[in-house]
């Protein structure tokens, strides 16, 4: 390599690298971090084991009843308790509305009723202050839109825990404890820079921010592995048979780099296109109008008061309640802390959908004939489960595509769980597969996985933590010249 290009290269990692390598040494950090406490969230589970038993003898009104009192059309249903008293939450494109089931009228969410909200959910921690927040750090994900402003609970206990209470539904949504928000600061929000005046409304410097701080940091690496193969010798070695022809500080960072240099490429590579910059390793979604088709007939709220009552008498101990819809028929989905019911519209148990059921239909929305259709009991490489269990058994459709599309849909409801072509693959094996490491046989053993990329993220770490030290002499010793 002629010696003025190794100059360049050299220049542009030095600098490259004292702009970078803090950054590049927090990702490795936080990815550590992740691995072990995720985001705070309120699981599924968690949400439904504090929720009442529904009482059906105290619906008296039905959810189309109900549904006028909200003031857009209704997208969606779930039937819960709040207070001791039945209440429809209905989901709507403006938010959520939430109408009382006894009597028809709006709920209106006080912070008396958030207090209330949060005696249910922690009966026995005492009530500390109670704020409005609009966004904060932990609730900065799309998802709580549909319930802003928030009602910010926090509660006088050792685990210095935090609710969040829906303004719209006066449901709990988040709970966070001082170790979960104390982690999260060095992990997922350091990681993803999720900071809050970056995740508000208007996200276009976060975008610009995860677009090009990653481009920065790859060509720091990439220069670095280039320079340390071109400086190792592994035949005509240096002098006293040294491969490497630096000492202290630099030797580490070149040994560090030449053995886990690599890695640390693929891993900025594919968490720089998890974000799809310039559109690449995009997405593809479902088929517009998809899950309209599958529902086979307009969401309209049930009008039969009586249907309701019977179907309910089925779960005599269902927390939940919620409508689907699949095939022009409207199903409930009746949820207990250990199990999920289906009733028909006739309130009989509904019947899960066979995989041929499923295949013509999707045959009919993607207008390809079905290559094959079945049910499948074990994760295969494209359906699986991380932290959340995946959904078995799963109903698998090829289609005789050019792209091999498959679709997995819970034969239980008809949902989809998710479709499979050209470029989710793609992402799968870039992102889920060189940055999470999920891949065979590591995804079936996470905790060998955790484990080897714990190993790898400390090594990783190394190499960042001596790069900067390195970074630190560099400007002292240009500060001390410069006197």
Not at 2 to 28: D, N, Q, S
Not at 417 to 436: Q, T, V, Y
Request: proline letters at 6%; hydrophobic letters at 45%.
């Amino acid at each position: 390599m002629k010696p003025r290009l190794l100059r360049l290269l050299h220049l542009a990692h030095r600098w490259l690298g004292i702009t970078t390598g803090l950054l590049i040494l927090g990702w490795f950090v936080s990815g550590i971090v992740m691995l072990y406490v995720p985001f705070p969230k309120l699981t599924p589970e968690e949400r439904l084991a504090h929720l009442a038993a529904l009482r059906p003898d105290a619906i008296r009104v039905s959810p189309a009843v109900a549904a006028r009192a909200c003031p857009q059309k209704p997208r969606s249903v779930r039937l819960a308790m709040a207070d001791g008293r039945p209440v429809f939450h209905f989901g709507t494109a403006d938010g959520t509305c939430s109408v009382w089931a006894d009597d028809g009228t709006p709920v209106a969410v006080t912070r008396d009723a958030a207090v209330a909200a949060t005696r249910r959910f922690a009966p026995d921690a005492p009530i500390g202050t109670v704020n409005t927040v609009e966004r904060d750090q932990w609730t900065v994900y799309t998802t709580y839109n549909a319930h802003r402003p928030l009602l910010r609970v926090s509660l006088d206990d050792a685990a210095g825990t935090d609710l969040y209470v829906s303004s719209r539904s006066g449901e709990v949504l988040l709970d966070t404890t001082r170790f979960e928000r104390g982690w999260n600061w060095i992990g997922t929000v350091a990681h993803w820079i999720y900071f809050t005046p970056l995740r508000g409304d208007d996200t276009t410097l976060w975008r610009q921010l995860v677009l090009w701080l990653p481009a920065a940091a790859m060509l720091t690496v990439a220069a670095g592995l280039i320079l340390g193969i071109q400086r190792l010798r592994l035949r005509r070695r240096y002098p006293r048979g040294a491969v490497t022809p630096y000492r202290g500080w630099k030797r580490w960072h070149h040994l560090l780099g030449v053995s886990v240099g690599g890695l640390a490429a693929t891993w900025l590579v594919s968490g720089w296109l998890s974000n799809h910059p310039f559109g690449l390793l995009a997405f593809s979604s479902l088929p517009k109008g998809a899950a309209q088709k599958l529902a086979g007939v307009a969401f309209s709220p049930a009008d039969d008061l009586a249907l309701l009552h019977r179907q309910l008498a089925q779960v005599p101990d269902a927390r939940e309640a919620e409508w689907y819809r699949f095939g022009g028929r409207s199903y409930l989905e009746a949820r207990t802390p250990g199990a999920i019911q289906r009733i028909d519209d006739q309130a009989r148990p509904a019947a899960p959908f066979t995989p041929e059921t499923l295949a013509t239909a999707i045959a009919a929305i993607e207008g390809h004939t079905v290559a094959s259709a079945e049910l499948i009991h074990e994760p295969d490489l494209y359906h699986y489960g991380r932290r959340n269990q995946a959904v078995f058994p799963a109903a698998r459709i090829h289609l005789a595509d050019a792209e091999d599309t498959t679709w997995y849909l819970d034969p239980a409801t008809g949902r989809v769980l998710s479709r499979i072509d050209d470029a989710n693959r793609l992402h799968r094996w870039i992102f889920n597969g060189l940055h999470r490491l999920d891949i065979p046989p590591l995804h079936a053993l996470p905790t060998l996985r955790e484990g080897l990329a714990t190993v790898l993220c400390l090594l990783g770490a190394l190499l960042a933590g001596s790069g900067c030290v390195l970074a630190w002499r560099r400007l002292r010793h240009r500060k001390a010249s410069a006197r």
